[in-house]
């Protein structure tokens, strides 16, 4: 594999990994708002875990959305 595109993968790893953290940041501050307002555990696992996965989804597509704008101008 050429050097370049170990450093690409390797790159695209510790991107990956920054996003997770992020996204369970969020989660994690979502249930807890959502645990202050007094609603059962299921409602608060459910809130947490939509807001993990919205966040992880728009940290995946910022990086493709960067290169389309590129691309255009």
Same mark, same amino acid.
Do not use: H, N
């Given at each position: 594999?050429?050097?370049?595109?170990?450093?690409?993968?390797?790159?695209?790893? *510790?991107?990956?990994?920054?996003?997770? !953290?992020? %996204?369970?940041?969020?989660? /994690?501050?979502?249930?807890?708002? @959502?645990?202050?307002?007094?609603?059962?555990?299921?409602?608060?696992? *459910?809130?947490?875990?939509?807001?993990? !996965?919205? %966040?992880?989804?728009?940290? /995946?597509?910022?990086?493709?959305? @960067?290169?389309?704008?590129?691309?255009?101008?």
């Amino acid at each position: 594999m050429p050097e370049s595109t170990a450093r690409s993968g390797y790159t695209w790893q *510790l991107w990956l990994a920054l996003y997770v !953290a992020c %996204s369970m940041v969020v989660g /994690l501050v979502v249930s807890l708002l @959502v645990l202050r307002s007094g609603v059962g555990t299921t409602d608060v696992v *459910l809130a947490g875990g939509g807001g993990f !996965a919205t %966040s992880f989804a728009l940290c /995946l597509a910022l990086p493709a959305a @960067v290169r389309e704008l590129k691309r255009q101008g």
